[in-house]
């Protein structure tokens, strides 16, 4: 899906001169992407746990959690309590940012390999899209 990289990165010296700032290779910064989408998904399972709970989003949200941590290197993700949400969100429109996200994760996790991650990421992507479905059609 991405090209390769083919040159050196202007960034990693200056006139000859290493420089002082750390360097991440192209899969730390995917694997940072990545956990930044998984993270970004967690939240609004969470959100949807909170407002509709159900066995499934309890599920995707640990298989989620346990992504995002290997990502990043055994750091656990910042979880907010069940409680939180606040207000009257539109739960369709909560399944159509969830899907979004969720296609976003599944393009970087095939880019970099990722097996698990992606795999996951399809899942609720077609667990978003069921969830859209019967809501869709009865509004037109």
Same mark, same amino acid.
Not at 14 to 28: I, K, L, Q, V, Y
Not at 30 to 48: K, N, P, R, S, Y
Not at 120 to 135: K, Q, V
């Given at each position: ?55 499934? @989003?309890?599920? *995707? =949200?640990? /298989? ?6 290997? #990502?990043?290197?055994? %750091?656990?993700? &910042?979880? +907010? ?24 994760? @599944?393009?970087? *996790? =095939?880019? /970099? ?6 795999? #996951?990421?399809?899942? %609720?992507?077609? &667990?978003? +899209? ?11």
């Amino acid at each position: 899906m991405y090209e390769p990289i083919r040159t050196k990165s202007v960034h990693s010296t200056m006139a000859g001169t290493t420089s002082d700032f750390p360097h991440r290779s192209r899969e730390e910064e995917l694997d940072i992407q990545l956990a930044g989408h998984l993270a970004a998904l967690l939240t609004v399972t969470d959100e949807l746990r909170a407002l509709a709970p159900s066995a499934d @989003l309890d599920t *995707a =949200a640990d /298989r989620l959690a346990e992504q995002v941590t290997r #990502l990043r290197g055994g %750091r656990a993700p &910042a979880r +907010a309590p069940l409680t939180s949400v606040t207000g009257r969100p539109n739960l369709a429109s909560m399944h159509r940012r969830a899907h979004a996200l969720a296609g976003r994760a @599944l393009v970087v *996790a =095939a880019s /970099r390999a990722d097996t698990a991650a992606a795999i #996951l990421s399809a899942e %609720r992507m077609d &667990a978003h +899209a069921a969830a859209l479905e019967p809501r869709e059609l009865a509004a037109h």
